[in-house]
T-cell receptor
Framework: AQSVTQLGSHVSVSEGALVLLRCNYSSSVPPYLFWYVQYPNQGLQLLLK??????LVKGINGFEAEFKKSETSFHLTKPSAHMSDAAEYFC???????????FGTGTRLTVIP | ETGVTQTPRHLVMGMTNKKSLKCEQH?????MYWYKQSAKKPLELMFVYNFKEQTENNSVPSRFSPECPNSSHLFLHLHTLQPEDSALYLC??????????????FGPGTRLTVL
């Protein structure tokens, strides 16, 4: 069965610093991978998705993620954090041909002024 | 209205009450989903409807009863819930439920508290 591990339930960075949110998945075949963001009192919004094209995926708000098959990872990065990036981030995986989208437990990002 | 809307945004109910959650999508999608989001747990997929037909029921207790009268509307009927059912219930929709790269669009959720 698919599973997603997000290391660090809470990450704090200073404004302007690099953001790195980790995601590892378990899958016997390369899956489809997604990052979602959830702002307080809102639903989830898609940041970016990997669909087996380019391994480096660019998303909205300056975020990007790199698919590394050898490491079964899909870490999310942003070069310079903004205060508005404070939110909860969810990594999700779907196996090719499967229906379910499996989510990680989320990482809450705090940006310190 | 645009995107996916959910009503009510907050709901407090007793264990003997019957209530319903409503979801509406204005995106022309054909698939709709119910998820449960509890603190410190991954989002749990509850139900999936594709072209109004239920295609997934992830062993959800019968006290949760979904209804999908058309591709734009999805309901979750609640009765005799337990306190552990308190959570954020999220609705989502996608173009179709193909197991591919379809993006799911989420509503803001209904925060449910069961007393």
């Amino acid at each position: 069965a698919q599973s997603v591990t997000q290391l660090g339930s809470h990450v704090s960075v200073s404004e302007g610093a690099l953001v790195l949110l980790r995601c590892n998945y378990s899958s016997s075949v390369p899956p489809y991978l997604f990052w979602y963001v959830q702002y307080p009192n809102q639903g989830l919004q898609l940041l970016l998705k990997y669909t087996s094209a380019a391994t480096l995926v660019k998303g909205i708000n300056g975020f990007e993620a790199e698919f590394k098959k050898s490491e079964t990872s899909f870490h999310l990065t942003k070069p310079s954090a903004h205060m508005s990036d404070a939110a909860e981030y969810f990594c999700a995986v779907r196996e090719t041909g499967a229906n379910n989208l499996f989510f990680g437990t989320g990482t809450r990002l705090t940006v310190i002024p | 209205e645009t995107g996916v809307t959910q009503t009510p945004r907050h709901l407090v109910m007793g264990m003997t009450n019957k209530k319903s959650l409503k979801c509406e999508q204005h995106l022309g999608h054909n698939a709709m989903y119910w998820y449960k989001q509890s603190a410190k747990k991954p989002l749990e997929l509850m139900f999936v409807y594709n072209f109004k037909e239920q295609t997934e029921n992830n062993s959800v207790p019968s006290r949760f009863s979904p209804e999908c009268p058309n591709s734009s509307h999805l309901f979750l009927h609640l009765h005799t819930l337990q306190p552990e059912d308190s959570a954020l219930y999220l609705c989502a929709s996608s173009q179709e439920e193909t197991g591919g790269t379809d993006t799911q669009y989420f509503g803001p959720g209904t925060r449910l508290t069961v007393l």
